[in-house]
């Protein structure tokens, strides 16, 4: 299965992290082992690995992972490291609580757009320079955080250190260059979870860098400037690194990439017109809001909740919070898994029950959290809803590849956006304004979470049904094939545009769950003959 | 490896909570038996750091029947004023002592004395831009609050004044952060022009 090479949207091909084949390799019977290059790992005629190995560091394929990953982890750290700082920051600028909560709304807003630009940029400057760029470029946005001086600096450095987000964008870009299409599901799935730690691990490094900077002699009011300026290093450093071990093509070839890149064989309006008109995209896009981004939105106000709530000290407050962010090493990796579980039996039926039971979870318990008044209880329901909430991220990227073949990309950043939507709405609604406090705002949440949760069974699939409808009886329309070239017209398929999407509805066979065996070669289409 | 440091930092929890104990004296059963005051006038600007607060207490003779002799501490607090905790939840006074953040900063403690007592303090530089007055309250021997005493009338409207806090930032700060950033910028531009130059020598090679 070839992707059309350089197609809009091609590069977001396993971003959704559920490929149908999902694996950690590819065997050499399905993709044909290059025998002729040499690297530390079997590679596919285009030279991509075909083996993933997540602590390797050969060059390139592993050392692509790594530098990725950690350029997206780096990001996120630096978006959320004001976050367990702002009980002294929020003296040390006389902020009010909208102050704080509009700061936290434009640290997630300004990557909604950042994002949907950096897919362009990897387009024309490559993945290697647009993680570069926008790693080098944020940094001194991040080293603008010691000038600031009222509320208002505040939150426009937060706006701007946000953009560094996109920095997902380029990561998954740059995995799908170096790893085979059969496997780059799992590969970008590991890389967004573990960059997604990143706004774990700032609340517990930056607490640490406070206190040591103030043991060191610096006042309150000095110290948390000065901690900033470790993720500005970070950025830095990535940054070179990235430049000088970083390739954005297994032989290390930027000039047939921006060859690749002029071949564009679809039409981004089409692909736009598909994505917007077909309304499971907009489920999903309000869908992610309520995962991803009440992730983001606990990531900002989680840690100044236990400090202000349970009199905790800053850095006790901050290892509290980190616990929440750094479930995505396994949370997120299982809710993509219990998906493919759940599809095994019940198809795609399990795959959307998966999801409401998993989100439905996370909001219950952040509903719990919210009225939870010792520390134990309020500890216990903050980890489960983190196991909700992200697992949740994880299922959503489980069922996004079979919305449609040909707007996959589009529908993937769209569903993205919605995400930091999701974020900003909430913190705006919940957390920034003093009719009530953190913790009614954390149950009035875990409602909305459930809320909004409810459209999920409204996602029907013809073929395949939806949580409640079985599907269609219709001998035509019950058919993936069916399904997955609706979105080509007459002309279109004349050409063959569609030859890759009637691939796709074979493969994806597995989606009806125990009823496979039953089906039937769909009339008026022949069988690919390649 | 997150669930297994989550169960250690919950059980940690479990445990030290035993030791936490909610309930504290009300501020509504003290009673105000100091006669406290401080040197800044209504109004009057001080900046952390720099400015001076003298504080000068001692017990209100003109209540008969109210002995002292459970007094035995003093600790006179820096309390934020009304208008300072509007839209600021994290100062919120609460009646329960043990709760009550509109207090946060130590002046100093001392043994009580009915007559005679003051201190001058140098306002710390952790001390946020606010409108203040000043409490002190009287602790028994078990570490009780007993009495108080504050500057300002129940209401809390007179002989208010500020403290500027400082900005925390530095001439020296400044110039590191303005400096690293520079670095990245021309290092990125940098690699990038060194980087096509290389290519378009090597293509015409």
Not at chain 1, 102 to 121: E, H, K
Not at chain 1, 282 to 310: H, K
Not at chain 1, 325 to 347: Q, T, V, Y
Request: net charge positive.
């Amino acid at each position: 299965m070839v992707d059309i090479e350089g197609s809009p949207g091609s590069s977001m091909h396993g971003v959704t992290g559920r490929e149908p084949v999902l694996a950690f390799s590819v065997a050499s019977p399905m993709v044909q082992t290059d025998t002729t290059a040499h690297f530390k790992v079997p590679v596919d005629s285009e030279h991509k690995a075909k083996v993933f190995k997540f602590y390797s560091f050969s060059k390139p394929h592993g050392l692509t992972f790594q530098l990725s990953w950690i350029s997206f982890f780096t990001c996120f750290v630096s978006t959320f490291a004001a976050a367990p700082l702002v009980p002294i920051i929020r003296d040390n600028l006389n902020l009010t609580k909208m102050d704080v909560g509009n700061a936290g709304v434009a640290s997630v807003s300004g990557s909604i757009l950042s994002r949907l630009a950096m897919g362009a940029i990897c387009d024309m400057l490559g993945p290697r320079y647009g993680c570069a760029f926008l790693i080098m470029l944020s940094a001194p946005t991040v080293f603008c955080m010691s000038f600031v001086s009222s509320a208002g600096g505040y939150v426009a450095v937060r706006f701007m250190i946000g953009f560094s987000l996109a920095t997902f964008v380029s990561c998954q870009y740059w995995m799908s260059t170096m790893f085979n299409s059969q496997i780059i599901g799992l590969v970008n799935g590991t890389a967004a979870g573990w960059g997604n730690m990143g706004g774990g691990a700032t609340q517990l490094i930056m607490p640490i860098l406070y206190d040591i900077i103030r043991r060191a002699g610096a006042t309150p009011f000095t110290a948390w400037r000065i901690a900033f300026f470790i993720p500005g290093w970070l950025h830095v450093i990535m940054g070179i690194l990235v430049l000088t071990l970083g390739q954005d093509l297994p032989d290390g070839n930027l000039a047939s990439l921006q060859k690749k890149g002029d071949v564009s064989k679809d039409k981004f309006s089409k692909i736009l017109w598909y994505a917007a008109t077909n309304y499971r995209t907009w489920i999903f896009v309000l869908l992610y809001g309520y995962s991803m981004g009440v992730e983001l939105t606990t990531d900002n106000v989680i840690a100044e909740y236990f400090f202000d709530r349970f009199d905790l000290k800053l850095h006790t407050a901050g290892i509290i919070a980190a616990t929440f962010g750094m479930a995505n090493l396994l949370a997120r990796p299982f809710g993509g898994w219990s998906s493919d579980i759940a599809a095994k039996h019940f198809g795609m039926r399990g795959r959307l029950w998966n999801l409401w039971i998993l989100q439905t979870l996370g909001g219950v318990f952040c509903f719990l959290l919210g009225k939870a008044n010792t520390l134990p209880m309020a500890i216990a329901w903050m980890i489960i809803f983190s196991l909700g909430a992200q697992a949740a991220c994880g299922a959503t990227f489980g069922i996004i590849p079979f919305i449609s073949r040909r707007s996959l990309g589009i529908i993937s950043g769209m569903t993205g956006a919605g995400g930091n939507f999701g974020s900003g709405l909430t913190q705006l609604l919940f957390f920034t304004t003093t009719k009530w406090s953190t913790e009614t705002g954390l149950s009035y949440m875990g409602i909305m979470i459930i809320a909004c949760t409810l459209p999920v069974s409204l996602v029907h699939f013809p073929q395949w049904g939806s949580m409640f409808l079985p599907p269609t009886k219709d001998p035509v329309k019950s058919t993936e094939e069916h399904y997955f070239t609706s979105e080509y017209t007459e002309a279109e398929k004349q050409k063959g545009m569609h030859q890759n999407s009637i691939k796709f509805a074979e493969n994806c066979r597995s989606e009806r769950g125990k009823r496979v065996g039953s089906a039937l070669t769909p009339p008026n289409v022949t069988p690919n003959r390649v | 490896m997150s669930t297994l440091s989550a169960f250690f930092v919950v059980s940690a929890v479990v445990l030290s909570c035993f030791a936490l104990t909610a309930y504290g004296a009300l501020f509504s059963s003290l009673h105000q038996t100091l006669v406290l005051n401080s040197s800044p006038t209504q109004g009057q600007v001080l900046q952390s750091g720099e400015g001076q607060v003298t504080v000068t207490w001692s017990l209100n003779k003109s209540n008969p029947g109210r002995t002292d002799s459970n007094y035995k501490r003093v600790k006179v607090k820096l309390c934020y004023a009304p208008i300072s905790q509007v839209d600021r939840g994290w100062r919120k006074s609460d009646d329960n002592l043990k709760k009550d953040k509109s207090c946060k900063y130590n002046i100093v403690t001392m043994p009580y004395n009915s007559l005679n007592n003051n201190f001058t303090w140098i306002i710390d530089k952790d001390v946020p831009t606010a409108t203040y007055f000043i409490r002190a309250y009287v602790y028994d021997s078990v570490g009780e609050e007993v009495a108080y005493g504050q500057t300002t009338d129940s209401h809390k409207k007179i002989n208010l004044f500020h403290i500027l806090a400082i900005t925390g930032r530095h001439v020296t700060i400044d110039i590191c952060a303005a400096c690293f950033s520079a670095f990245s910028i021309i290092s990125l531009v940098g690699f990038f022009f060194i980087e096509k130059r290389k290519t378009k020598t090597s293509h015409q090679k």
